[in-house]
């Protein structure tokens, strides 16, 4: 058997999917219908987790040779109007090969007749089939429907998507066709899952666009004018929404601030007048295509990994004025710089375009910083951690990290559009729970004992916590990390409505942070932040301890401004002297010992365990253990860990997806200490759930002993 590396490569990688197909099948290995049934499990897995496609989802395969109609899995995401439908093409060929067009002619095809097939109520299908449930439950409703996504799955190469790739309909529903090759899913396994925005304007939208080559094209980049009608960039908003402004250093600011409220206007009143009072976006690309054979001038036909760096509220005024605002595009038209960027210059090229671009409306400096890669995981755990709502035990809530200004407003207003979406939204992202890089510095520096920096402002406290930030491993911003830094958040938070109860003075601001400040280096940092997480609110008796705390804090403010002579409090409050006259002025305000948690300290590679409910203090995994540890797990003991937990009451179909799209990261070796952690948490999840129902999933009993004595579970 060959042993497949880390998947680094694409020839290891398609290597690492066989061997995992193979050996999921076991004794079926031989048999073609189970190995396009695990790789399309597999593969919708690995999708689920991107946001791809809809965690809802099953893998079967059922063909109709009469009605030429073919599927091996499809999902249904009802409150959104989206259904999923995957025709998959398993060749089992090592090294890959491209496939036929004619092959994925006939895969589109087959999965469109499906899709037709299926929402008219004409699809001739057994009821014993494991597509039956899906069809009827699609047929109910099939009103609600008004989108497709029709995805090909293949272990081969694609050569090119032209012709398969884009929008259409079916009926009175729009279709759009998306191709995963061997490229995509290697490109997921490594860690660069976002797709780039690729756009044929003539095939999307029938209409090239018009430009005129820059003379200041240099070794780095070339540069061209262009001229792009509005409904055309509708269009393309509409479709890659955020993916498209992912370079930019906000989101849609909505209709609020000055300059975004007099583009509505100009959308609204002078349409034709656009062009002339709007300065334009500017964007890049990494390749071009013309239009062949044109004769009255260069048109683009097509931009490759496109993004706006500059003019996100002018693309998103023009969406919203065209969608909601009831807005005639049709005489609207943007000027647009289009810079295409060489490869090897884009790193330092582009951050340096997004930054000099931006000057219409104001930027902070914390704007800049949106792209880091330890923003971009902290907004991605943010969006896949859930908790009880302290009101509420039957509500699962997130705490909503928004890392591009204005991005928490964009998504309700996207969610708006679906039915019950805004609602649903407002119920799982509560507006308390939305918290910033501003907040994060905020917290995170009062923590650690700089109370006097966060009286400096917002915007200099946070250019000292991003100056750490910068250098930071991103790879430690796991679950355990987030749970604290939300801790910290609440600990900020709820001292905040201790100081504005019991404070009137002009100075509550300082008085919040360098309370926090005090508390932690009182406790020795050593306070129990999971408690904190784990039941979103400060436990009994901390806030009579903070109570007593701030106003100690106020009186030595005022009394270490007057001791040295300084008539502004806010200017003393900034001082490093500050913080040194009350860490001399407080020595006796003691914290139980029920309040506290020892060894909160994080070292990677290990994990420390220190979650309650079962878990033995003191525990560690090491990621060189787990791994041989998860090698060691059958695919039967997988596939029933997973049916196991799809009982539980608090299963969530994301954990479907990661367990199964993880089983690639384990049989390569690419387990960072963040998945280690997630991993460990659903484990212990699994384990508390499943302990007592061993009679119903005997074949886990091993698997639980293993558990035990790795996690110290009892």
Not at 111 to 140: C, M, P, T
Not at 214 to 234: F, K, N, Q, R, W
Not at 438 to 444: F, G, P, R, Y
Not at 470 to 475: F, G, T, W
Request: aromatic letters at 8%.
């Amino acid at each position: 058997m060959t042993t497949p590396g880390d998947g680094n490569s694409l020839s290891d990688f398609s290597e690492l999917l066989r061997q995992l197909v193979l050996d999921y099948c076991g004794s079926d290995a031989d048999e073609p219908l189970a190995m396009n049934r695990s790789f399309t499990d597999l593969v919708r897995g690995m999708l689920a987790e991107q946001g791809e496609i809809t965690v809802d989802s099953a893998a079967f395969d059922f063909s109709s040779r009469p009605q030429a109609a073919s599927v091996s899995g499809m999902g249904i995401k009802e409150e959104s109007g989206q259904l999923d439908i995957i025709v998959t093409i398993w060749k089992n060929r090592v090294p890959p090969v491209n496939l036929r067009a004619s092959e994925i002619q006939k895969a589109v095809e087959e999965g469109k007749n499906f899709a037709g097939l299926s929402i008219s109520g004409e699809l001739k299908i057994d009821e014993g089939h494991d597509a039956y449930q899906w069809v009827k439950r699609l047929e109910k409703c099939r009103d609600r429907i008004d989108r497709i996504n029709l995805f090909v799955f293949t272990d081969q190469l694609v050569a090119s998507v032209e012709g398969y790739a884009g929008v259409s309909r079916i009926g009175d529903k729009e279709l759009t066709v998306n191709i995963c090759g061997l490229e995509q899913l290697h490109r997921i396994h490594i860690g660069s899952g976002d797709e780039p925005v690729d756009v044929d304007f003539v095939r999307e939208f029938g209409e090239s666009i018009p430009c005129i080559a820059s003379m200041s094209s240099t070794d780095e980049y070339d540069s061209y004018m262009a001229v792009i009608p509005g409904a055309v960039l509708h269009a393309v908003y509409d479709k890659y929404r955020t993916r498209l402004l992912e370079d930019n250093v906000r989101n849609f600011l909505q209709s609020r601030g000055k300059v975004n409220r007099q583009i509505m206007d100009t959308l609204r009143n002078r349409p034709d007048r656009f062009f002339a009072y709007n300065n334009g976006i500017s964007t890049i690309a990494a390749e071009v295509e013309f239009v062949r054979g044109n004769r009255d001038g260069q048109r683009i036909r097509a931009l490759k990994n496109w993004r706006i760096v500059n003019g996100g509220q002018t693309t998103a005024s023009i969406h919203s004025a065209g969608e909601s605002g009831g807005v005639d595009l049709g005489p609207v038209f943007v000027p647009a710089k289009i810079i295409v960027v060489r490869q090897d210059t884009e790193d330092d090229l582009i951050p340096s375009i997004a930054r000099y671009a931006n000057s219409q409306n104001k930027v902070e400096e914390a704007d800049f910083s949106s792209n880091e890669p330890y923003y971009r995981e902290l907004q991605r755990l943010s969006r896949t951690l859930w908790m009880k709502s302290p009101g509420d035990v039957q509500l699962s809530t997130r705490w909503y990290f928004e890392r591009t200004r204005g991005q928490y407003e964009d998504e309700k207003k996207v969610e708006k559009s679906q039915r019950g979406g805004q609602a649903r939204f407002d119920r799982q992202n509560p507006r308390g729970q939305k918290f910033t890089k501003l907040d994060i510095a905020k917290s995170e520096n009062a923590w650690i004992g700089k109370p006097n920096v966060v009286s400096l402002g917002k915007q200099k406290n946070f250019q000292d916590f991003n100056s750490r930030i910068e250098a930071h491993d991103s790879s430690q911003v796991d679950n355990e990390y987030f749970s604290r830094l939300i801790a910290k958040r609440i600990l900020f938070i709820e001292t905040e409505k201790i100081v504005k109860a019991n404070l009137v003075n002009g100075y509550k601001a300082n008085i919040v942070a360098y309370a926090v400040a005090y508390l932690g280096l009182m406790t020795e940092y050593s306070l129990d932040l999971d408690r904190i997480y784990v039941t979103q609110r400060l436990p009994d008796p901390l806030g009579s301890i903070i109570k007593d705390l701030v106003g100690r804090i106020d009186k030595l403010i005022v009394d270490g401004a007057n001791d040295g002579r300084v008539r502004n409090i806010g200017e003393w409050c900034k001082k490093p002297e500050c913080w040194e006259y009350i860490k001399l002025g407080i020595h006796d305000l003691p914290v139980p010992e029920s309040l506290l948690k020892k060894s909160l300290s994080k070292s990677l590679p290990e994990i420390v365990i220190t979650t309650d409910n079962g878990t033995r203090p003191g525990v560690q995994v090491d990621q060189n253990t787990m791994q041989d540890f998860l090698k060691r797990i059958t695919r039967w003991e997988w596939q029933s860990l997973i049916s196991m937990w799809e009982t539980s009451p608090d299963f969530l179909a994301a954990d479907r997806a990661f367990l199964i799209s993880r089983q690639v990261s384990v049989r390569s070796g690419r387990l960072d200490a963040r998945t280690v952690g997630r991993l460990c948490d659903l484990f212990k999840k699994c384990y508390r759930f499943g302990n007592g129902r061993l009679g119903e999933h005997p074949q886990l009993r091993d698997l639980f002993t293993k558990l035990e004595e790795l996690l110290g579970l009892e």
